[in-house]
């Protein structure tokens, strides 16, 4: 037991030794590993102290270089606008001094003419002066004249007078007449102006159409094997269709088509609208063909009636014969240079009584003439002789009975002479109503080519956008670019348009050249 616990006390002894030895080198290795640790911490703080202010320096350089940019922009942009106003200034300085040199030229010119009209009136005022001064002269050398002639010839003043006073009423006669003849020629010339005025009135206010037709009506076929079936065996059918209407049927290798030709419109509407049903029919045989041929005619004919009436309801004539509204409804069928008769006589109609009102004359009886001034060609193939004449009488024969109407007809030409003044009216109408443009084939072409170059004369001059020929040609409407041209400008785009249109264009009357200068403001609300 002692040997136990003495063995216990060596091992306390010795723990505790031990632990005192052991602590004492832990605490020297820990204080040499702070020591080592913060040499450590003082070296990477002072690193890290010298990396941010190599960082700082880095920004505040990049910094001041992006500042210097930014100034040295905005001076170029100031100095690019500054630039850019300076430019619109001295735009703006040219054109005021442009604008102000006109004035200026203005001002001299009409300083020049003031005392143009200054020295004028000077003249004037020493002209005047001197007439009076003339004239006293001239009255003191008559009373010496009256005194020296009542001496030579023996006679008293008074005699001497009254021979004075027949010379002076013979001169007098002769200075009348000479004016008589004077103002019988500005007559005539103011008549012509009158006459050209009402012309173009009349011609402004009618809206006439073109209509172009011909000798020869086209029949399309579904196949080629119903121009055999028109033809018939040995052709008996084409020879019933050409024996029933009078026309000729063409039938050549044009592929789907026949034509039907004839100079009288009314067989050949007849002999086209049967071949037209034949077809749609499909039985085509000289039987079917009579039977097709006389039920077409009749319903031409209720047609000739329907347009005679329509055509008198429209030109608002009334009192006519049953035979002269037939023969009106077959002009319908009937063309002139390609002009519809029909539709020419209502034309004509419509213009005489325009010119008829101008002048103050009844345009009931001008529109009647001219409804039927016309009315021979509904049967001069018929007839020998010219259509004028023809008229005449077939107008007498079913009753009418107005002078004027029968003149206008059997004159309109200059066959008989004129016995009312209506007959010029109908005469100046007609050839308005032939020679408009567009109303004829002839002049159609002509009358396109006369735009075309009016418009081109116009489109050519600076600054112009647009430019339209209007009122059948009496009329350019130029449109100019606002923002290029000014006001002064414009007219003188005005003048120079007309004069190269006097210069290279041949036209009738005068030709109005309208120059607008439009400004347009826009906006949009949403």
Request: proline content about 2%; hydrophobic content about 40%; overall charge negative.
């Amino acid at each position: 037991m002692t040997t136990i616990l003495a063995a216990l006390a060596g091992a306390v002894v010795a723990g505790i030794l031990a632990y005192w030895f052991g602590s004492k080198k832990a605490v020297a290795d820990g204080e040499a590993v702070r020591a080592k640790a913060e040499a450590e911490g003082r070296a990477s703080a002072q690193k890290l102290e010298e990396t941010a202010k190599l960082e700082a320096d880095a920004i505040k350089k990049r910094a001041q270089l992006d500042a210097e940019e930014a100034r040295i922009k905005a001076e170029r942009e100031a100095e690019r606008e500054s630039r850019g106003k300076r430019q619109d200034l001295d735009k703006l300085e040219e054109k005021v001094a442009e604008r102000q040199t006109k004035l200026d030229e203005r001002a001299i010119a009409l300083d020049k003419k003031q005392n143009d009209l200054s020295e004028q009136e000077k003249s004037v005022g020493r002209k005047q002066t001197l007439l009076d001064d003339r004239t006293k002269s001239l009255s003191e050398r008559e009373g010496e004249a009256d005194k020296k002639l009542a001496e030579i010839a023996g006679i008293s003043p008074e005699e001497a007078r009254a021979r004075v006073i027949e010379s002076v009423a013979e001169s007098a006669r002769a200075e009348a007449a000479k004016t008589a003849r004077q103002i019988e020629e500005s007559a005539i010339e103011e008549a012509d102006k009158r006459a050209k005025k009402v012309l173009a009135v009349a011609m402004q206010r009618l809206a006439g159409e073109f209509v172009t037709e011909r000798c020869v009506s086209v029949i399309h076929l579904a196949n080629e094997e119903l121009k055999g079936r028109i033809i018939g065996r040995e052709g008996r059918n084409i020879r019933a269709i050409e024996k029933a209407t009078g026309a000729d049927i063409l039938v050549d290798d044009t592929p789907g088509v026949i034509s039907v030709s004839c100079f009288d419109r009314v067989r050949q509407a007849i002999a086209a609208e049967a071949l037209q049903r034949l077809v749609a029919d499909g039985r085509i045989h000289p039987t079917r063909i009579e039977e097709l041929v006389e039920q077409t005619k009749r319903d031409i004919e209720e047609k000739i009636v329907k347009v005679g009436n329509e055509a008198v309801v429209e030109a608002d004539v009334r009192g006519l014969h049953p035979k002269v509204i037939e023969a009106l409804g077959k002009m319908h069928f009937r063309t002139s240079y390609g002009q519809n008769v029909l539709r020419h006589s209502i034309e004509v109609a419509f213009l005489s009584q325009m010119i008829a009102d101008q002048l103050g004359m009844n345009g009931a009886i001008a529109r009647r003439a001219g409804l039927l001034h016309d009315i021979g060609k509904a049967m001069d193939h018929e007839m020998e002789g010219g259509h004028p004449a023809i008229g005449m009488e077939f107008l007498k024969k079913f009753g009418e009975k107005s002078e004027a109407v029968l003149n206008a007809c059997g004159g309109h030409h200059g066959d008989i002479p004129a016995t009312t003044p209506y007959t010029p009216i109908i005469m100046a109408a007609d050839a308005i109503s032939g020679a408009r443009p567009g109303a004829r084939r002839e002049s159609m072409e002509m009358y396109i080519k006369r735009l075309e170059q009016l418009e081109t004369i116009a489109r050519e001059q600076p600054f112009v956008d647009e430019a339209h020929a209007i009122q059948a040609g009496r009329e350019i409407r130029v449109i100019l670019n606002a923002k290029k041209a000014d006001d002064t400008t414009a007219f003188q785009i005005a003048e120079a348009i007309a004069k190269r249109v006097e210069a290279e264009m041949t036209f009738p009357g005068e030709i109005k050249v309208t120059v607008l200068r439009e400004t347009r403001a826009e906006a949009i609300a949403r």
